[in-house]
C-alpha cells in the first residue's frame, strides 16, 4: 500500500517568514494530494490540493508543488501569519485506490 | 449546521465498557471513513464504507466494529474500551475517489 511520510514534525517561524512542509509517497499510482490544515479542537479542513497533471498551485499565500519523478510535493506559506498556526497533514489517494493516506503532521507555530 | 456531525465530542468510559460514537452526513456522499488520531501518528483508517451494505476494514480495525444504517450515519463501536483506545476520532466523506474528504469536528475518547 501507499506509504505517506512527512517532515518536519514541528516548524517555528517568524510571522511574515515562508513555511515549508514537505511530504513523500511511495506509490506511484496516487494521482491527488490534498493538503489538510487542523485548528486546535476542530477536525482537518482543507486548504489546497494538486492533481498529478499539474506541477503546481497557488491560491493566495499558500502553494503547493508536485514533483512525481521524485514521489514528492510541498506545501508552502509565505507572509505567515498568526492564524496560520495550526497542524497540517499531507495525504495522497488514487483514483483506483479505495482511502486517503495521511501523513503524521506538521504542527505549524507563526511567532508574533 | 455542519455538514459532518459526531456525537458525542467527548466522552470519558470505563475499561470493558462498549461505547458507541456516531457519525451523520449532509453531504449526500456514499463513502464514509472513520479515523483515529494520536499524536505523532497522523490519521489512521479504522473503517470505511462506500455504501450501506458495503463495510471494510482500514489499517486498524481490531477492537472495533461498524455500522452503516443509512447513507447519511455510520457508527463506530468499542466492544471493550482498553486505555489504548484513548484518542481523537474521527469520521469523514467523501462524493468519490481521488476527492477531498470532509471531515467532522471529532470525538475525543478517554477510556481509564
Known amino acids: 500500500g501507499e506509504n505517506v511520510e512527512q517532515h518536519p514534525s514541528t516548524l517555528s517561524v517568524q510571522e511574515g517568514d515562508s513555511a515549508v512542509i514537505k511530504c513523500t509517497y511511495s506509490?506511484?499510482?496516487?494521482?491527488?494530494f490534498p493538503w489538510y490544515k487542523q485548528e486546535l479542537g476542530k477536525g482537518p479542513q482543507l486548504i489546497i490540493d494538486i492533481r498529478s497533471n499539474v506541477g503546481e498551485k497557488k491560491d493566495q499565500r499558500i502553494a503547493v508543488t508536485l514533483n512525481k519523478t521524485a514521489k514528492h510535493f510541498s506545501l508552502h506559506i509565505t507572509e505567515t501569519q498568526p492564524e496560520d498556526s495550526a497542524v497540517y497533514f499531507c495525504?495522497?489517494?488514487?483514483?483506483?485506490?479505495?482511502?486517503?493516506?495521511f501523513g503524521t503532521g506538521t504542527s505549524l507555530t507563526v511567532i508574533p | 449546521d455542519a455538514d459532518v456531525t459526531q456525537t458525542p465530542r467527548n466522552r470519558i468510559t470505563k475499561t470493558g465498557k462498549r461505547i458507541m460514537l456516531e457519525c451523520s452526513q449532509t453531504?449526500?456522499?456514499?463513502?464514509m471513513y472513520w479515523y483515529r488520531q494520536d499524536p505523532g501518528l497522523g490519521l489512521r483508517l479504522i473503517y470505511y464504507?462506500?455504501?450501506?451494505?458495503?463495510?471494510n476494514k482500514g489499517e486498524i480495525s481490531d477492537g472495533y466494529s461498524v455500522s452503516r444504517q443509512a447513507q447519511a450515519k455510520f457508527s463506530l463501536s468499542l466492544e471493550s474500551a482498553i486505555p489504548n483506545q484513548t484518542a481523537l476520532y474521527f469520521c469523514?466523506?467523501?462524493?468519490?475517489?481521488?476527492?477531498?474528504?470532509?471531515f467532522g469536528q471529532g470525538t475525543r475518547l478517554t477510556v481509564v
Open positions: 506509490d506511484s499510482a496516487s494521482n491527488y
Open positions: 469523514a466523506t467523501s462524493a468519490r475517489r481521488g476527492t477531498e474528504a470532509f
Open positions: 464504507s462506500f455504501d450501506v451494505k458495503d463495510i
Open positions: 453531504k449526500g456522499h456514499d463513502r
Open positions: 495525504a495522497a489517494s488514487s483514483n483506483t485506490g479505495n482511502q486517503f493516506y
